[in-house]
């Protein structure tokens, strides 16, 4: 299922930590948070670019940097990807990424 962001312009780097941060820290208060607890769309596509390289899932995941939309999917196997490689920090990121991914996943079929 194709996942569009209504953003144009990405989340800074400092963003998507502020983003990030902000998000783990309010599911990790609630005992089961909703589906719909995600980061914003600019942080999404901040995170996209942050791992955005040469790389098979690098190149998703800039696919969707650029363009805004892209396969569910291809970008949840590529963001999987990259989190055998990335520090603790880009391994939050991404998990908040596939987050983002199932929120709008979900919305879609609603």
Not at 51 to 71: N, Q
Not at 78 to 84: D, H, K, L, M, T
Request: with cysteine; net charge neutral; glycine share 10%.
């Amino acid at each position: 299922m194709i996942v569009s962001c209504r953003a144009r312009t990405p989340a800074t780097d400092l963003q998507v930590v502020a983003g990030v941060s902000d998000v783990l820290d309010r599911r990790a208060a609630l005992k089961r948070p909703p589906t719909t607890l995600v980061v914003s769309d600019a942080i999404a596509l901040g995170i996209a670019g942050l791992f955005s390289s040469a790389t098979p899932s690098g190149r998703v995941l800039e696919h969707f940097y650029r363009r805004g939309s892209i396969d569910g999917a291809d970008l949840i196997e590529a963001a999987r990807v990259e989190q055998g490689f990335a520090s603790p920090e880009g391994h939050a990121a991404l998990h908040c990424l596939i987050g983002w991914i199932r929120s709008r996943v979900n919305g879609q079929i609603d």
